[in-house]
C-alpha cells in the first residue's frame, strides 16, 4: 500500500511529519536551507534573541545516551534573520519554523511580527532551557537572569497572548523537558493562554559530564552543566506527550530522542503530529535525517497504514482497551513463546535473565517454574523470536 507522508500541522501542510528542531543545523539561513534538502518537512531555526550571545565554550560533548549541550540562542543578530535569514531558509523547500524568545513578552512579540513579515511558516516559543540561568548569569554579570519559577505559568502565558494578538501565524510552545512532573500543568496553561500547539520536549537537566582523567567538567561555563539530549531522553519525553495527548486537543510536535522511525513512529502513536528530530542528526549528520524519513514510509507499510495519521494516538486507545477489558493490573506470569526459525541463538535472553530461567544452546529452553513473565528477554531479542501477549 502506497504511504502518503503529508502531515497537516495547524492547517499548514508539511510533506512528511519529521522536522529538524531547533540546534545547530537551524543556526543560520543556508543552514536551513542545505539541511532541508534532506528531505525533512520542515527546519526549525536557532532560538532567535534580541541580543545575541557568544557560547561558552566547549559547548557540545557526547555522553552514553545522547550529548550535553550549553548553547545560548542564535549567534545571528535577530535584524540578520528578519532580512536574510529566514529568506534563505525559505529556499530550501521546507517550511520554516522561527524559534524565537523575547527577554520580556512585548519583546517577544515583537520578534513574531517580524518574523511572520519575513515569511516565516510558524512561531516556535521555548520555554525554559534547563542550563541558562547559570551560564547567562556567568556571562554578563549583574543581569540577574532570574532562575525559572517551574510551576508558574504566567509569563508564558503573557507571551502567548501578546504574540497571538501581534500575528496569525500559528504559535506553539515548546515545553521544557524539566516540566516533566508538571507537564499537565504546562499543557493547560498553554492552553489557556490560546497558543496553537504543543511541542515537547527540550532538554533535560542541568546534566553534568566530567573528565575522569583530570576532573574537568566536560563542558564550558562556571560548573560545566548543560541539557541532555538524544536517546537517553525519549521514554520521558515520549510519556510527556502521552499525558498532554490525554489532556488536551492541541496539535502535537513530539521531540527527544528520535534516531530512528520507530521512533517517530512511537510518538505518533503517542498522539504527536509532527516529530522533531536535533541530536540524531548533530551525532551522525544530516544525513540521518533522510534515511529518517525514508525509513518512516516503509514502518508505516509494515504496519498496514496509509498514511501517520491511521496510527496516530493509537496507544491511547491502547490505554482505553486495558481499562475496558479490566486489564490494569494483570500479575499473572506469561512463559515467553519462542519462534524457533527467528532465533538466532545469540544467547542475549540468557545472559540477562535475572531468574536464570533461560539456557541457550542447541534451542532455547525457558523454565516455566523459573520465568516469571518479566519481559525483559522479550526486550531485548535482536531478532523479535520471543513474544508474550499480555493484553
Ligand atoms: C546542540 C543543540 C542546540 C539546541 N538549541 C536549541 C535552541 O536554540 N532552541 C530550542 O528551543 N531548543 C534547542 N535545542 C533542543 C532541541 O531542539 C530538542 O528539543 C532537544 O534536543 C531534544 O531533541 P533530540 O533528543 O532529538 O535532540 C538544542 C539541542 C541541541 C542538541
Not at 560533548?61 to 550529548?67: F, L, P, R, T, W
Not at 522511525?261 to 548533530?282: F, K, N, P, R, S
Amino acid at each position: 500500500m502506497a504511504v502518503d507522508l503529508k502531515t497537516d500541522f495547524c492547517g499548514l501542510e508539511f510533506k512528511n511529519p519529521i522536522i529538524v528542531a531547533a540546534g545547530a543545523h537551524g543556526r543560520d539561513g543556508d543552514t536551513i536551507r542545505e539541511t532541508a534538502r534532506w528531505g525533512v518537512g520542515g527546519v526549525c531555526t536557532k532560538t532567535i534573541v534580541s541580543q545575541p550571545a557568544t557560547d561558552v565554550l566547549p559547548c557540545f560533548a557526547k555522553v552514553e545516551g545522547g550529548m550535553l549541550n550549553a548553547v545560548f540562542g542564535s549567534d545571528r543578530s535577530a535584524e540578520y534573520w528578519f532580512t536574510e535569514g529566514i529568506k534563505r531558509a525559505k529556499e530550501g523547500r521546507a517550511r520554516v519554523i522561527a524559534n524565537l524568545a523575547g527577554f520580556t513578552p512585548e519583546e517577544g512579540a515583537e520578534l513574531a511580527r517580524k518574523a511572520e513579515a519575513a515569511a516565516a511558516d510558524m512561531i516556535e516559543l521555548p520555554t525554559h532551557c534547563p542550563h541558562m540561568g547559570e551560564i547567562l548569569n556567568a556571562m554578563f554579570p549583574g543581569m540577574n537572569f532570574p532562575e525559572p519559577k517551574l510551576l508558574d505559568v504566567g509569563p508564558m502565558q503573557q507571551s502567548v497572548r501578546l504574540i497571538k494578538e501581534a500575528v496569525k501565524l500559528p504559535v506553539v510552545v515548546k515545553l521544557s523537558g524539566t516540566f516533566s512532573h508538571i507537564v499537565r500543568e504546562w499543557t493547560k496553561g498553554v492552553e489557556e493562554a490560546g497558543a496553537d500547539g504543543i511541542a515537547c520536549s527540550d532538554a533535560l537537566g542541568p546534566a553534568l559530564s566530567i573528565d575522569p582523567m583530570t576532573g574537568h567538567p566536560v563542558l564550558g561555563g562556571p560548573r560545566g552543566v548543560g541539557g541532555l539530549t538524544g536517546p537517553a531522553i525519549k521514554p520521558i519525553a515520549l510519556r510527556m506527550v502521552l499525558e498532554i495527548a490525554m489532556c488536551s486537543k492541541l496539535p502535537i510536535v513530539g521531540v527527544g530522542g528520535v534516531i530512528r522511525a520507530a521512533d517517530v513512529v512511537e510518538y505518533i502513536m503517542a498522539g504527536a503530529t509532527l516529530v522533531g528530530v536535533c541530536t540524531a542528526g548533530h551525532l551522525n549528520s544530516e544525513k540521518q535525517y533522510e534515511k529518517i524519513v525514508q525509513e518512516l514510509e516503509t514502518h508505516l507499510e509494515t504496519l498496514g497504514a496509509s498514511s501517520p495519521q491511521d496510527v496516530r494516538g493509537l496507544t491511547l486507545k491502547r490505554i482505553e482497551e486495558r481499562k475496558q477489558r479490566g486489564k490494569v493490573a494483570v500479575t499473572d506470569p506469561i512463559v515467553p513463546v519462542v519462534e524457533e526459525s527467528k532465533c538466532s541463538e545469540c544467547g542475549k535472553c540468557e545472559t540477562v535473565c535475572v531468574y536464570k530461567a533461560i539456557v541457550c544452546g542447541g534451542g532455547l529452553k525457558i523454565d516455566k517454574k523459573r520465568c516469571t513473565g518479566c519481559g525483559l528477554c522479550v526486550s531485548v531479542c535482536p531478532t523479535g523470536a520471543l513474544t508474550q501477549v499480555y493484553y
